[in-house]
Every structure is written in structure tokens, then in C-alpha cells.
């Protein structure tokens, strides 16, 4: 059950997948705004159509005019997804107006804003949320106010299936989850303690039907928590920074004219994760480039300062390029090189021959020797488990056995001793991709190929069959059930297994939808 239902997990990351990271999240803002939009004529949300109009368009300009005049005076290349997302989540936070003097003051919140991700940065990371900074400073101004308007029940349905969308592609549903519990949970509790103070009488179900429906959480978990930027990189640090976020916003605290409510508490929260994350960005020169199988490209780059990350941990490579595609500059690989390897760090991806690349594909393949680029954070918690008695299965299709490789040269590297079998498939034999480098470790490879693969080396044996499916690996790996499972590789690989993975310990996966 537990990998049936990762497996139609992986196919909705898939095809979610095609769409950058910030793309989506604008594609879903402006689908929330339209609603909201039409919501307004009928008047079942608080701006009137007008002034949503009139506070957008401010926005919209002084978010894309800041950004754009920042950008040409560092000579980067122009974006402008970035500003109107923050242009986006400011006019649903601010309370819209047709006051000219009030539209000015918006329009400072947003230049602030913008302002704030190249001023409040470290090593071209933003730290804080900008929307949350603009408003922030805006309030504490005493220039105006945010209203949060979006914490309405009307739009509560539409938020949840738009954030659900953003959620399934950045892989942070189970953080939001826990921000959303945290903070209705004290927000309950707070109206509780509240109301009993003041000898008032309170209907639970009424309070938090209130507290979720109502509020601002929903809208700022699913488009503001969820912010890869300004997360930490493993997931108990992710989660902690949620409980924190969320205690903060059920229960605001009140520092004078203003508390920390909303926006304070993320930015609260944004500082927690900066502790973690300070050290995760990093520059990287381009020391080399090659083809180390028919389709398989690997990049080698060295770093000026160490790099810190867990074998399995991915790395997101920004390549600023002209006419971006839908999926933007920025993609995350993960790291082949083990930790000990420093300070190198490899990467590797597939080039499809005769394909149709994306434009960020086609930007790596032009990279020289000699450049920089930014890793702009290093993720993921699949990591082997701590306790090295744990019997472990790798199951790697193509390009997806990159991380193992990361894992057990590492392992190598410190004499670790596990049990541990690799199931190794690609189409070819020629396209088994760091055949050497795993073959040094001496850990066990069942190999599954169309073709012969001989002569194999010790410790390596070929599967019985030309593909892997859930009765050839039960087949291959009799002792899977006491075993714990990593699957890296397409969607489609997790499907497949599904049946058999379903009998391991415990099942992490991998997937990804291509580059």
C-alpha cells in the first residue's frame, strides 16, 4: 500500500515536474487572484473589483520596475517571475484601496520588498520572505496595515487546491501540514484561554472552523512558508521551523502598536533557517566537462570553501541563461561525488540524443571550464539510515544511480561496513554509468540490461530478464522484507516495484521528471 500510493505521488510530481518552481507558484497566484476577482463583483470579499485592479496594478509595477532597474544596474540577466510572485502575495495580504496616498505607500511595501532580496542576502541567497518584509515594514511604519483579506472562507477551496498543486512540486506538503495543525491548534487553544478569562461560553467546532477557514494560515503556509529559499535543508529542521512559524502565528505576541502575528512569525521563522542554511550556499567553478557514457554528461566543479552535505543530498545549480524556458534557470541534481571528495563536487544528467532539450539543458551544455555559478542550497533526506546493521536495497534505473554512487564511495571512503545490494538497470550496458567507481567499493550489483554486459566485475552478476519488475526483484532479491528500500529513478521505476516494495522495512525514494 505504502509504495502504491508513492508510486501515484511520484506520477503527480511528474507532470507537475514540467513546470519550474516559480512559474507554478505565479501560474497558481493569478488563478487565485481571477477567482478573487470575480468573488469581488459579487461581493463576497472584502476589496471591490476596482480597488483590486488599481492596488495590483501598483504592484505589478513597482515589484517588476524595482526589480527590473536592480537587475540592470548589477548587470544580471532580466527575471521578472520572482517580483510578481511577491507582487501576487502582497495584494492579498495588504488591504486594497483607491486612495492615492494608501496606493503609494503600497507601492513602497512592494519596492521594499524587491529591495529586500538583494540587500537582506547571503552569497545571493535571500533570507527573508520578502512579501513578509514589505508588509512588515509597512505596518511597523505606521504607513499602513496588512488585512491578510485572503483568510476568507470563499476562497479557502481555492487556496487548498492551488497550494496543493505548489506543495506536490516543491515537496513541502508534510511542512505546511504541520505549520497548519500547530498553528490552528494554539490559535484554538489561545480563543480558549481567551474566553475563559472574559467568562465566555466558546463552541469548539465554531472556533476551529474559525481558526482554519478564516485565517491567513492556509494562504501563508502553501505560498509563503513553502519557499525553498528561505528553508533549511533537512526535514526535521524544515518541520521545526513550521512548529515555530505556526506557534508564533496562532498566538501573536504583542510588541507595542504591533505583534508578531503573520508575516513577524515567518520572518521569525526565516532567521531560524538561515541559522541551518547559512553555510549551504556556495559558488562553484567549472572544472571540467564529459561524457562518461553514450548519453550520460558529467560536470566536475571546485569549490572555494568546503562543502557540507550527506551522500544522497541533492544540489540546486543555477545557470542563468537569455529566453528561459517555463522551467526557469535554476534545477537540482544530485551530488555524485562523496563528501570526502572535497573540495570537488560532481554532478551528472542525461542528454537525449536528437530530443528536444529544455533551454537550461541546452545553456549546461555550452558551459566552459573556468566558470562560476551558484549553488544556491543543498537538499534532501535521502540518506542512508544512521544504525550500519541495517540490511539496505538500492533499486537505481539510467541517471538515478547517482546518489547511491555518492553514498557507497563515501561509505568506502570510511570503512563502513553494510549490507547492502544495488539493482542496477539501464537500457544499454554501455550506459551503466560509473561502473569503475562502484565496482571499487565492492558492494554487491544485480545489473539489468537489454544487452550483455560481460565481462562484469566481482561482486556483480546480471538479472534474469531485460527489465526489473516487482516479481523479478522479489526474484533477485529473495530477502527483500528485511530490507530497507531506496528507489531512485523516473516516476514510472517506483510504479512498476510497487507490488514488491510494498514487503521492504521501509521505502525512500528518489524521483524526478527530467531536466
Known amino acids: 500500500?505504502?509504495?502504491?500510493?508513492?508510486?501515484a505521488w511520484t506520477r503527480m510530481l511528474g507532470s507537475l515536474g514540467r513546470f519550474s518552481m516559480y512559474r507554478l507558484v505565479l501560474l497558481a497566484l493569478a488563478l487565485l487572484t481571477v477567482v478573487a476577482l470575480v468573488l469581488s463583483v459579487f461581493g463576497l470579499v472584502l476589496p471591490t473589483?476596482?480597488?483590486?485592479?488599481?492596488t495590483g496594478a501598483v504592484l505589478g509595477v513597482a515589484c517588476v520596475g524595482a526589480n527590473a532597474l536592480i537587475q540592470r544596474m548589477l548587470r544580471m540577466p532580466m527575471r521578472h517571475e520572482s517580483s510578481l510572485i511577491?507582487?501576487?502575495i502582497l495584494l492579498f495580504i495588504l488591504r486594497p484601496t483607491l486612495v492615492p496616498l494608501e496606493l503609494l505607500f503600497i507601492g513602497l511595501a512592494g519596492v521594499v520588498a524587491v529591495v529586500s532580496k538583494y540587500v537582506i542576502a547571503w552569497r545571493g541567497r535571500h533570507i527573508l520572505n520578502p512579501a513578509a518584509v514589505g508588509a512588515s515594514v509597512l505596518t511597523i511604519s505606521g504607513l499602513g496595515a496588512s488585512a491578510w483579506w485572503v483568510g476568507t472562507p470563499v476562497l479557502a477551496a481555492p487556496v487548498i487546491v492551488l497550494g496543493l498543486a505548489v506543495l506536490v512540486r516543491t515537496e513541502r506538503l508534510r511542512i505546511v501540514a504541520v505549520f497548519v495543525v500547530v498553528a490552528?491548534?494554539?490559535?484554538?487553544?489561545?480563543l480558549a484561554v481567551q474566553s475563559q478569562a472574559a467568562g465566555?461560553?466558546?463552541d469548539v467546532a465554531t472556533v476551529l472552523e474559525f481558526a482554519l477557514l478564516s485565517s491567513p494560515f492556509l494562504f501563508l503556509g502553501a505560498f509563503m512558508l513553502s519557499e525553498p529559499l528561505t528553508l533549511p535543508p533537512r526535514r526535521w529542521q524544515q518541520l521545526t521551523v513550521a512548529a515555530v512559524v505556526g506557534v508564533l502565528a496562532g498566538w501573536p505576541i504583542p510588541l507595542g502598536s504591533v505583534s508578531l502575528g503573520q508575516e513577524r512569525a515567518l520572518l521569525i521563522g526565516n532567521l531560524v533557517a538561515f541559522i541551518w542554511a547559512a553555510h549551504q550556499t556556495v559558488r562553484l567553478r567549472l572544472r571540467d566537462a564529459s561524457m562518461i557514457t553514450p548519453t550520460v554528461?558529467?560536470?566536475t566543479f571546485e569549490s572555494q570553501r568546503p562543502v557540507r552535505f550527506?551522500?544522497?543530498q541533492y544540489v540546486e545549480l543555477e545557470v542563468p541563461h537569455a529566453h528561459a524556458d517555463a522551467r526557469g534557470t535554476r534545477r537540482e541534481f544530485s551530488i555524485v561525488s562523496a563528501p570526502s571528495d572535497a573540495p570537488l563536487v560532481r554532478i551528472a544528467y542525461r542528454v537525449k540524443e536528437g530530443a528536444r532539450e529544455s533551454s537550461y539543458k541546452r545553456a549546461l551544455a555550452t558551459a566552459e571550464p573556468g566558470v562560476d555559478y551558484a549553488a544556491t542550497g543543498i537538499w534532501g533526506d535521502f540518506v542512508l539510515p544512521r544504525d550500519t546493521s541495517a540490511p539496505v536495497l538500492l533499486v537505481a534505473a539510467g541517471i538515478g544511480v547517482t546518489p547511491f554512487v555518492s553514498q557507497l564511495r563515501e561509505m568506502a571512503a570510511r570503512g563502513e561496513s553494510r549490507d547492502v545490494v544495488l539493482v542496477y538497470s539501464a537500457g544499454q550496458a554501455a550506459e551503466l554509468a560509473f561502473r569503475d567507481e562502484l565496482a571499487a567499493t565492492g558492494v554487491p550489483v544485480i545489473v539489468v540490461t537489454r544487452d550483455d554486459p560481460s565481462p562484469l566485475p566481482a561482486h556483480w552478476r546480471r538479472a534474469?530478464?531485460?527489465r526489473i519488475d516487482a516479481a523479478g526483484l522479489l526474484r533477485e532479491v529473495p530477502d527483500l522484507s528485511a530490507r530497507h528500500a531506496y528507489v531512485s529513478g523516473p516516476p514510472s521505476l517506483v510504479a512498476d516495484l510497487s507490488a514488491a516494495l510494498d514487503r521492504a522495512r521501509s521505502l525512500t525514494t528518489d524521483a524526478f521528471a527530467g531536466y
Open 1 to 7: 500500500m505504502i509504495a502504491t500510493l508513492t508510486a
Open 49 to 54: 473589483p476596482l480597488e483590486m485592479l488599481a
Open 86 to 88: 511577491t507582487a501576487y
Open 184 to 190: 490552528v491548534g494554539v490559535a484554538v487553544l489561545r
Open 200 to 202: 465566555v461560553a466558546i
Open 297 to 299: 554528461r558529467q560536470l
Open 310 to 312: 550527506s551522500p544522497g
Open 464 to 466: 534474469d530478464g531485460i
